[in-house]
């Protein structure tokens, strides 16, 4: 069994790691030192980055095309970035930095129910992959492309994987660890796979309110993990 010596602390714990990682996100890591003007070039080389990736896929992404979405000369990326990997690892780790500060906002907002918290979570992506759902789909296909690609990837993920595990155990503080981690499969399966087919519905489909539904699911595995 794993039981919480103390749960409150432990949620704590989890909302002071999430905020740490926050901080890490690249553009304010690789902006130290920066003008104000080569801080906000970094971000604009993010953003172009993130646009290039979702629009062309990690295949057709060069360092010339972002470069030229975002307003600057080869040689002025490169200064930043000296590779195509390294701006691609940065502006997934930006992109995921984006989803860690909406998800300690969710937590604050939920201090004293972290089974409220995590279904606000899930229901959060699905939600959002309205709008996201072509970058989750190149960075499946970018996970593909290689063992380097594949293991930044499943780095990504293992954060969220741990926060979603960490709040199953804090809503369920005598679960066992793998009573925690198959409840933690289950909810991953259903956001993804949610996210996924609301991202492509075309007004047909089967789901209503697939956000309403993720939230019900959720709470169900919660209950009874």
Known sequence: MSALEDPTATFRAVCEELKALEQHRPSLALG?????KGAQTLKTILDAAYLVFVQDGHARLSMRRVASEAGIAVG??????????????????????????EHIRQLTDNEHDPSEALVDIVSFYVADG???????????????ADTTARDLVRDLYRSIGRLVRQLIQIANPDISEEKATLAAVRIFSLEEGLKLLTG???????????????REITSEILQSP
């Open 200 to 214: 492509l519905e075309d007004g047909r489909s089967p789901f209503q309110d697939p956000e309403n539904l993720a």
């Open 32 to 36: 130290e030192g920066l003008s104000p």
């Open 76 to 101: 002025n990326l490169n200064y930043y970035f000296r590779s195509k990997d390294d701006l691609l690892e940065a502006m997934l780790r930006e992109t995921l930095a984006n989803f860690i500060g």
């Open 130 to 144: 309205r709008k996201s759902y072509p970058f989750f789909l190149q960075l499946w296909g970018y996970a593909g």
